[in-house]
């Protein structure tokens, strides 16, 4: 065992010791109602700062930007791969605008550029700091953008628009739109007018 296990065992103990201490003798001296009164709150207290301890140490609320290198630590994928793989997916996107396409996944992102979707998901977390959905959101919201702000913006429909940039439905553009451009399609239209 390791001795921080110890550690939780020995604390343990001492809380469990002093709620029989505070047990029997708030039972001996105050009886009933004041008795729990004081066991209750030790246990609340002891509650509380478990939280407090367990939340203060938890790496959930940090920001985390070293993610994906801790994710793909063991990983063997070298410096050069890595440029490679990177070159060809931002071909497949910017050149052949793959993301437009409704079914894409991770699957079918590694099979069109002929490598693993482990190795294509290891290069989208590190070099583009984004997991699989926001990096492909990324693309079809900033040619919804481009759409939204032209010239021609009023000649297409808010769905119409999604599915030209790859989405299957408008709540699913709207959500992702709003998330990354901070309003919806619609209201970033009316702005650009």
Not at 44 to 52: E, G, N, P, R
Request: aromatic share 14%.
């Amino acid at each position: 065992m390791k001795s921080h296990d110890l550690g939780h065992y020995r604390n343990s103990v001492i809380h469990f010791a002093i709620v029989l201490i505070i047990f029997t003798t708030v039972k001996i001296q105050f009886g009933r109602d004041l008795g729990d009164f004081f066991i209750a709150s030790y246990i609340a207290l002891i509650m509380y700062f478990t939280s407090f301890a367990i939340i203060s140490r938890s790496t959930f609320f940090s920001e985390n930007t070293t993610r994906g290198v801790e994710k793909y630590g063991k990983s063997n994928l070298m410096e050069g791969q890595k440029e490679k793989i990177w070159m060809k997916l931002q071909a497949l996107m910017e050149t052949e605008k793959y993301y437009r396409s409704n079914n894409v996944s991770l699957v079918s992102v590694a099979e069109k550029t002929g490598e693993t979707p482990h190795r294509v998901s290891q290069v989208i977390n590190e070099r583009f700091e984004k997991n699989f959905f926001w990096w492909l959101a990324s693309y079809r919201v900033e040619e919804a953008k481009e759409l939204l702000s032209g010239e021609d913006r009023f000649k297409y429909k808010i769905e119409e628009i999604a599915e030209m940039v790859g989405y299957n439905s408008k709540s699913s553009f709207n959500k992702a739109f709003k998330e990354m451009v901070g309003q919806t399609p619609a209201k970033f239209r009316g702005l650009s007018v």
